[in-house]
């Protein structure tokens, strides 16, 4: 029905609007056609040439895949390229590494095994880029499953491992044979029972270097008189006669704390103290690895960053090397009876004149400390030895002690063992971050067996 225009009186012609919605409609279905039509041509051309079968594809960033493709996805065999240079050649599937294949970084590392969603799942072989190797089982991407790892120096760790670490009944074989079995514990440490190698014509020729090296050093002597022993990877130890001193310091010294009440000690047993704290070149040698936080400084620097607990499992190793329990930390009485050397001051050199870190030449010359370590360890016997010939009592890095901590009795004591129990273990002589007063003689400091910090270390003691 014609619509009437009442302003002008005029039949309104609908005509030209049903023009123009055939027109729309026209329009669309050609943009539509168009569309389906350069998707198809589309989909044809990846079909044939990149999607379905053999083909290979360039990335912006360099990278490139060459392999096979369905449905627009890696699938099957191919390789992928990174842009960083790191390789993968290997099975595919969805687009992800899923199958057997290899993957090998610029830096040298290399894994080849099983994958599982782009990440290492199943039986695979690791290496390192320092050459160490771990052969086994892998989930997420972690060692998980039995396996065994090698380390760059040949030592061999084998046993289950969890979420990356060793757990459970496992076995170590240290590179000169030896071998330990027993438990890892929750912090991969091994704890059981040591098994002795099985001689060879070359072990035997180990071994007799081995036991050179624990013979009496009559050449090398630290103190004119003195005995020197020459143990395990170069560690020298100096024979502390039995003797009497005063234990704690007066009260008038400078720094003084109120644990440190003065009382009479006799020493009845000789013993050889170690020269120097254990330095991480003697840790690495025995243990395989290095906790150190300054572990740039050097095979010279003392270790540190260990527990008691960590310290007692070295001592394991080396009793089992040598075959007798010959080495334990000292007693804090043995410790503080070292360290003053004959000495009654606040340092084994002279007392003190500055409690914090300002320059003390008493304390500057024989320790590192706050005032001039310059936040970091150093090499061990750099400064001058105490009396005795041992170097870095003070200073450095402060030192483990065998007992518990625990109030000094009100009396004179011999060979006091120190508390039956307690909380925490005993450390003396201050570190590298520690003010003057920390560093005297006297000063005693405590932490939880299994506490581990990076301005804390030890040495040993042997038996005669």
């Not at 390789?79 to 290997?90: A, E, L």
């Not at 050459?131 to 760790?157: C, V």
Request: hydrophobic share 30%; charged share 20%; glycine share 12%.
């Amino acid at each position: 029905m014609p619509i009437r225009d009442y302003a002008n009186g005029n039949k309104v012609n609908t005509t030209p609007k049903k023009i123009k919605i055939k027109t729309l409609i026209i329009l669309f279905l050609a943009l539509y056609f168009s569309v389906v039509y350069a998707t198809t041509a589309t989909s044809k051309c990846i079909k044939g040439d990149c999607a379905n079968g053999q083909g290979k594809y360039t990335y912006p960033d360099g990278s490139v895949y060459v392999g096979q493709w369905e449905n627009d996805k890696f699938n099957g065999q191919g390789t992928f390229t990174y842009s960083d240079g790191s390789v993968y050649t290997g099975q595919w599937k969805n687009g992800q590494r899923n199958g057997q294949g290899t993957f090998t970084r610029l830096s040298g590392s290399k894994y080849q095994g099983r994958w599982k969603n782009d990440k290492f799942d199943g039986q695979g072989i690791y290496i390192y880029r320092d050459n160490s190797k771990y052969i086994g089982q892998w989930k997420n991407n972690m060692r998980n499953g039995p396996g065994t790892y090698t380390s760059s120096s040949g030592a061999k760790y084998q046993g289950q491992w969890k979420n990356g670490k060793l757990i459970g009944k496992g076995i170590l074989i240290t590179s000169d044979g030896n071998k330990f079995v027993g438990q890892f514990n929750k912090d991969g440490k091994l704890i059981g029972r040591y098994i002795p190698l099985v001689k060879t014509k070359a072990r035997e020729k180990t071994e007799t270097k081995k036991t050179a090296r624990v013979k009496t050093d009559t050449k090398t002597t630290a103190v004119p008189g003195k005995k020197i022993l020459t143990g395990p990877n170069g560690m020298k130890f100096v024979y502390i006669a039995p003797g009497n001193f005063m234990m704690g310091s007066p009260e008038g010294e400078g720094g003084r704390y109120d644990n440190e009440m003065q009382h009479q000690v006799t020493l009845t047993h000789g013993f050889y103290m170690q020269i120097t704290e254990v330095t991480q070149g003697q840790w690495k040698a025995l243990m395989e690895d290095n906790p150190s936080f300054f572990n740039g400084c050097g095979n010279d620097c003392p270790v540190e960053q260990v527990s008691w607990n960590d310290a007692q499992q070295f001592i394991w190793r080396l009793n089992q090397l040598e075959g007798a329990k010959k080495y334990r930390l000292p007693t804090e009485a043995e410790w503080e009876y070292v360290c003053r050397a004959g000495s009654t001051t606040a340092f084994s050199s002279e007392g003190i004149t500055e409690l914090e870190c300002s320059h003390n030449s008493n304390l500057t010359d024989i320790a590192w400390f706050c005032g001039n370590s310059a936040k970091t360890t150093h090499p061990v016997a750099q400064k001058k030895a105490n009396a005795w010939g041992l170097y870095d009592m003070h200073g450095n890095v402060s030192e483990l002690c065998r007992n518990w901590y625990g109030e000094y009795p009100p009396n004179q004591i011999t060979n006091p063992p120190g508390p039956a129990s307690g909380i925490d273990r005993i450390v003396r002589g201050g570190g590298w971050n520690d003010h003057g007063r920390h560093c005297r003689s006297a000063c005693r400091g405590a932490i939880s067996s299994g506490q581990s910090i990076y301005n804390m270390g030890f040495r040993l003691v042997r038996m005669p």
